[in-house]
């Protein structure tokens, strides 16, 4: 018998049945070892030695394993052909060495870069030894992942209240947002001109042609900077008489792209399909696993984690066979096509992803997969069949016309292009994140010397535009230009910064939010380097080095530790004014805008003497003045999007009008917590929120007594007969019955949502549990356990997402994701936790005559949450861990 291992159920139970009776395929569910999220998982001073414990469910994995290899002829290890399934395969075997159970027993490692039958039992054909090259480099990365994280997020936490968390990478990733909204918040928009005439020729056909030049001078696009110049060309050009002097036609060729790498296929899932980087790993992740057809599981795609363009030359041969069958031989090039890696830093040797079998048509397979994996499959298969095209050619047309006005010359130019041969275009285009394409346009027939017809002039005003936000494409495409990170982390990066509140996406574009901008002025002023674009690649230079066996990964991590530990001992002495001014400096033009009248930005509208400058809360980042408690002048952090300071800011409280029946004043203020009406004065005047997304220009005097009015009944309950009232809270607009709350939706409006709609929300929320005062993840139902006959489902919880029976709920592993799993898998966890004797849930109701236990049980909470306390000063797993 020989044991085999791979990370995941779908894989094993694949893999299983190809590899027939001589084999037991188990899983390890992702990573079985962690570093520990205390101190001394990682010593520096013991020559960076690295402490790995097992996780509860790695564990229960290890002990299922090490049943298994016990009389077994061969441990092989088939965990994924990257660095971090090297990694799970090292984890395995010192797992396994512990435990003393591999004296007698061969180990081999074997990589396939498809689960089909002939790429798997290859792969068994050609074992290997685990390459400590790579698990090496695991370890540098994971030991520098772990060093920022446990030293710098304490840093942010003592000085920056409300931040969470910093990383290797992510923190780079989030300073590109902000530099890129710093640019925009500078950019000072240039004026300038075009002029267009439209022309005719004998035949009588139109087309417009530019202007490009005036008395042998080349005008470029911003030459032409106000309407008086553009004007006095218009004249000329009205007066002007128009002939042909040269018309150029030349071939040109257009090349296909490289299928796909990691990093390509989510910016064009984006931008094609909307998927978010996460989205398309999680559904790469299952084309790769393989679906049922024809009674066997295929894997549909290659490994998706890759930097490699090249594939397989049956892949090459598959796909000029079916660009033959489906587009004629006249789409099939001459020579195949050979595509090299441009990436800096490629790390992986791996074939691009592609469909595993270019004959499987998107159609064929198309009712096997839900609708984004058909997308998703779709777009890989193009893209992949499309890189072996033969070229689109055009013919580009250029023709050069010369105006004469009086004694002056003026030159325009038009041009045009035409698709001769459409080639990889009839199947299969790129997308483009923020450029467009110039319209492709015929021009008609014409020679030198063609007198042409005047029919209309236009000169139009234009400015230059800022630069873009980042989307998330455009931001994995300009982390992968400078070398910063991997690709097969870029969308748990992205995951991060969203989930810290770090960013926000509008409009598909990535938004930093202030809490983001403070934490990137912070390392920029104290951390320059380590927040430095060319640093961070240089950085992931070096690991690559390691993993090619070229550096010691120790040494590597001395030369980092030496100069980040005395930055980090440098900021223990900061004060916190000098903090403050700091990030005053670094974010004086956003949180300072000048004024229009040219007063001092910092000057305090309410008391005229005090300076306006950070303040850093318990809940977060506001502006305060100078003269505090003489003074308690505040408003929000931000700008609005005009640069100007909001009304409320600007001029103090606005007197809305007077309540009818207190008489009292209604006012609009901004304070550290955003805007809110306030009725009268003293020292605990009734105050209310504004609602996410209520500008403050609206805010009316019936508005604000409807806000002053909450919390208010808007309903009752038609069971208990108590009032269901709605009312804004910490969390956001909310009903309230009794002690349940339940949020309100993104289209819920507080101050007019009806009886029904209340009374809805209520007993949704009373019947499907969850936490008080947050709405119920309902969760998505997978399916019934045989065994037990109950539904199983999985859900986002307080610790991270969960399989439940109802009964029984077992933590998902990191690395499994709630959105792609499977009833198989999820049966496997359930079960895991039932025979580890964990996951039952707590009884809602306990007999009365069991007085004694429960209180025993309350005796211990203070023992339980000690270790939580204890632990406060140091960032957990998911705030230290990652990149």
């Not at 229960?60 to 290890?77: E, F, H, M, N, Q």
Request: hydrophobic letters at 35%; a positive charge.
């Amino acid at each position: 018998m020989k044991v085999v291992v791979v990370e995941s159920p779908a894989k094993a139970k694949t893999i299983n049945k190809y590899l027939g009776k001589d084999y037991e395929v188990l899983a390890s569910f992702g990573h079985i070892r962690d570093l520990p999220a205390k101190d001394g998982s990682v010593d520096p001073e013991a020559d960076f030695a690295m402490v790995w414990e097992l996780e509860d469910r790695g564990s229960k994995r290890v002990s299922d394993i090490a049943r298994a290899v016990k009389g077994a002829d061969k441990l092989i290890l088939a965990t994924d052909p990257d660095r971090e399934g090297e990694a799970i395969s090292w984890h395995v075997v010192e797992a396994l060495t512990q435990k003393k159970v591999l004296k007698d027993v061969a180990v081999e490692r074997v990589t396939f870069n498809a689960i089909t039958k002939d790429a798997v039992l290859e792969a068994m054909r050609q074992p290997r030894q685990i390459d400590q090259a790579l698990v090496d480099a695991y370890l540098a990365r994971r030991a520098l992942d772990y060093l920022v994280g446990f030293n710098l997020s304490p840093v942010l936490w003592r000085k920056l209240p409300g931040a969470r968390s910093a990383g290797r990478v992510q923190s780079v990733a989030l300073r590109l947002v902000c530099d890129r909204e710093r640019e925009i918040e500078t950019f000072v928009p240039r004026e300038y001109w075009s002029l267009v005439v439209v022309l005719k020729t004998d035949a009588g056909a139109t087309f417009e042609a530019r202007l490009v030049g005036a008395d042998g001078k080349k005008i470029a696009r911003l030459d032409i900077g106000q309407g008086e110049e553009a004007e006095a060309f218009r004249k000329l050009l009205e007066t002007a008489a128009f002939r042909v002097t040269a018309v150029e036609a030349k071939p040109a060729k257009r090349h296909p792209q490289p299928p796909f790498t990691t990093s390509t296929l989510q910016q064009e899932a984006s931008r094609k399909l909307g998927f978010a980087p996460a989205r398309t790993m999680q559904l790469a992740q299952r084309l790769y696993e393989g679906v049922e057809i024809g009674g066997e599981t295929v894997g549909l795609i290659t490994y998706m984690r890759t930097d490699g363009v090249d594939m397989a030359p049956e892949a090459v041969a598959g796909a000029r066979r079916v660009i033959a069958k489906e587009f004629g031989d006249a789409y099939v090039p001459g020579v195949p096509r050979k595509y090299t890696t441009k990436a800096k830093n490629a790390q992986e040797a791996h074939e691009a992803v592609r469909p595993t079998d270019l004959g499987r048509l998107p159609a064929m397979v198309a009712r096997q997969l839900d609708p984004d994996q058909a997308r998703l499959y779709e777009l890989i298969w193009t893209r992949t069949v499309a890189s072996q095209m033969e070229s689109a050619v055009f013919e580009r047309t250029t023709v050069d016309i010369e105006a004469r006005a009086g004694g002056r010359l003026l030159e325009l130019r038009a041009t045009g292009q035409v698709v001769t041969f459409d080639g990889f275009l009839k199947l299969y285009q790129e997308g483009r994140d923020d450029e467009e394409d110039e319209e492709s346009r015929r021009l008609p027939a014409m020679k030198a010397g063609d007198a042409l017809e005047k029919r209309e002039i236009r000169a139009t005003q234009h400015f230059t535009e800022p630069p873009p936000r980042y989307t998330e494409a455009s931001l994995v495409k300009r982390m992968e230009e400078l070398g910063i990170g991997r690709p097969s982390t870029y969308a748990a990066v992205l995951a991060v910064l969203k989930e810290r509140g770090y960013v926000e996406i509008d409009k598909k574009r990535l938004v930093p939010e202030d809490k983001g901008r403070i934490v990137t002025a912070f390392l920029e002023s104290f951390f320059r380097r380590y927040v430095e674009y060319d640093f961070t690649a240089d950085l992931e230079e070096q690991l690559d080095r390691v993993s090619n066996n070229e550096i010691d990964w120790k040494t590597v991590l001395r030369d980092f530790w030496r100069d980040f530990i005395a930055a980090i001992d440098e900021t223990k002495s900061l004060r916190m004014s000098e903090v403050l001014d700091a990030l005053n400096e670094e974010l004086g033009p956003h949180i300072f805008p000048k004024k229009a009248d040219g007063s001092d930005p910092r000057a305090c509208p309410s008391c005229g003497t005090g300076q306006l400058s950070l303040k850093l809360g318990k809940f977060g980042s506001f502006i305060g003045c100078s003269n505090y408690p003489q003074c308690r002048y505040t408003r929000q952090l931000a700008a609005n999007g005009d640069g100007e300071a909001s009304a409320a800011a600007d001029s103090g409280p606005r007197t809305l009008g007077k309540d009818p029946e207190t008489g009292l004043d209604v006012t609009l203020r901004d304070g550290r917590f955003g805007p809110y009406v306030q009725l009268g004065e003293g020292d605990k005047p009734k105050r209310q929120t504004l609602p996410k997304g209520l500008a403050p220009d609206l805010v009316d005097l019936e508005k604000a007594l409807k806000l002053l009015s909450l919390p208010r009944e808007v309903a009752t309950h038609p069971e208990s007969g108590k009032p269901i009232l709605a009312g804004i809270g910490r969390f956001g607009p909310y009903v309230q019955h009794d002690r349940t709350y339940a949020n309100l939706g993104k289209d819920d409006d507080v101050l007019d949502i009806g009886a029904n709609r209340a009374i809805d929300l209520i007993i949704t929320k009373e019947q499907g549990g969850g936490r008080r005062g947050g709405a119920a993840e309902p969760g998505r139902v997978l399916g019934e356990e045989p065994e037990s006959g109950k539904q199983l489902s999985v859900k986002a919880g307080r610790y991270g997402p969960y399989v439940t029976d109802g009964t029984t709920n077992a933590t998902l592993p990191k690395s499994m994701d709630k959105d792609a799993l499977t009833l198989e898998e999820a049966i496997a966890l359930i079960r895991a936790k039932r025979a580890s004797g964990g996951g039952k849930k707590a009884s809602a109701k306990k007999p009365a005559a069991k007085k004694a236990p429960a209180k025993k049980a309350a005796a211990k909470k203070p023992a339980e949450k000690a270790p939580a306390k204890k632990a406060a000063g140091k960032p957990t797993k998911k705030a230290a861990a990652g990149e």
